[in-house]
């Protein structure tokens, strides 16, 4: 399967060098030649890389059913009208 850049996914399998786990959340950032490999980005919930890593698509799938985030619920003091 081929991938976009900002597509989210998922990883197949746990690298555990870097404390992933199978079913990690990832964003591609990168489409190397085509498709033949990813740089993805994996993050904490404070949006902090945890590991920028290059990716062949057999170690990722997409991902389905991303919760929405209210992002004005995320700022301090939301956002004023």
Do not use: C
Request: glycine share 10%.
């Amino acid at each position: 399967m081929k991938f976009n850049e900002l597509d989210i996914v998922t990883l197949k399998h746990d690298i555990s060098e870097y404390g992933l786990s199978k079913g990690g959340i990832g964003t591609i950032v990168e489409v190397y030649k085509n498709g033949e490999a990813y740089e993805v980005e994996f993050t904490n919930k404070k949006g902090e890389t945890i590991a920028l890593l290059t990716l062949d698509s057999s170690d990722i799938s997409p991902k389905v059913n991303i919760p929405k985030v209210d992002w004005r619920e995320s700022v301090i003091g939301g956002f004023k009208s």
